[in-house]
């Protein structure tokens, strides 16, 4: 902490230069690199206040002077903000920082998956809510009956990426049907994809031989525009097969630009997967984490439980979990994978 306290001083030093706001991207840049190492010495300082506090209501104790409630609260808060930090240092990552796409798919088993898959948006935009993060729709994809067949959101905030990232895989969802006569049990399945948020400190070139662009109506609320003119845009990245869809805004120009944006991101993506593998062959480390596996079942009949198959973290609390607390699936996840 002294090692970043002096960072800081140096980083500050250089806002100070009369020339500073000369280039306004890379003054950008050198605020957001110090507005990072603040928020660790921030992080310790409120730890270390937290202890102190703690160990002081621990000898009033003692004396009589507060009581065992107080010194438990003082503790649930100490270990909080402790685990917080701790989960923070397990993202060293060099796409953790960065803002996360979230592209969530319906599987197989029509109206039943399409709701499983809203649920499932619903719990990030939960998630994301708690952690104070501004949230924007880019495309959506809405089921015949109920729920949705692909949505496609992006999170905006330090360290969206590295907190959502252990969410990509196949999730799924057991559970009696509510769109079933019969009242049976159902198994449901969708997938979610995370992508990091490419900055402008990240250059991806993608070549225009290699993209092909169609058009189409953004469907849904908008007005008579939205509906009648072509201001969708789909671009497929020949190489890799991948497709984006954007319908964000009504101008086709600026669906294109973000959809290059998110493309690039999804490239960025695949480049990160090959050194994870890289790494895991040359620690031994067999198991792959990517989102084509199934990572977490999500049981609502016989019994309630969640468990996560990486981690093998479970909790009874169905209900919690799909309200968007998944701090500790996340931590677990960061504590068995991260910080290497």
């Known amino acids: 902490m002294d090692g970043r306290t002096i960072q800081i001083e140096e980083e500050q030093l250089k806002t ?15 605020l957001k690199k110090l507005a990072r190492l603040k928020s660790w010495v921030d992080g310790y300082n409120a730890v270390e206040s937290a202890v102190e506090d703690l160990n002081v209501l621990a000898e009033f104790l003692e004396a009589g002077e507060s009581s065992e409630e107080e010194v438990q609260e003082q503790y649930n808060l100490a270990l909080s903000l402790t685990e917080a930090l701790e989960s923070k240092n397990m993202l060293q990552d060099e796409a953790d920082s960065l803002g996360a796409i979230v592209k969530i798919n319906s599987g197989a088993g029509g ?6 898959a809203e649920m499932l948006m619903r719990m990030y935009l939960r998630y994301g809510e708690k952690l104070k993060y501004k949230i924007r729709e880019i495309h959506m994809v809405e089921g015949e009956e109920a729920g949705i067949k692909s949505v496609t959101l992006e999170f905006t905030g330090d360290f969206a990426y590295g907190f959502l990232k252990s969410e990509s895989g196949v999730h799924r969802l057991v559970r009696l049907s509510p769109y079933d006569s019969a009242n049976r049990r159902h198994t449901s399945f969708a997938s979610v994809f995370i992508t990091p948020v490419i900055d402008e400190s990240i250059e991806i070139i993608v070549s225009p031989a290699d993209i092909e662009w169609d058009t189409f109506r953004s469907g849904g609320a908008g007005g008579q525009n939205v509906n009648k003119v072509e201001t969708g845009v789909r671009v497929r990245h020949l190489p890799s097969g991948i497709t984006v869809d954007n319908t964000e805004t009504r101008s086709q120009l600026k669906n294109r630009e973000n959809a290059m944006r998110i493309l690039k991101s999804h490239l960025y993506e ?8 890289k790494a895991a062959e040359v620690e031994g480390n067999k198991m792959k984490i990517e989102w084509g596996s ?44 991260g910080g290497k």
């Open 270 to 277: 695949i480049e990160l997967q090959k050194k994870r593998e």
């Open 16 to 30: 100070q230069e009369p020339d500073f706001w000369n280039n306004p991207k890379t003054a950008e840049e050198q």
């Open 111 to 116: 109206t039943e998956s399409q709701d499983w």
């Open 294 to 337: 199934q990572i977490r079942n999500y049981v609502l009949h016989p019994y309630k439980l969640v468990k996560d198959l990486r981690t093998n973290h479970e909790t009874g609390n169905v209900q919690a979990v799909l309200d968007g607390n998944l701090d500790p699936f996340v931590k677990a996840f960061l504590m068995e994978f």
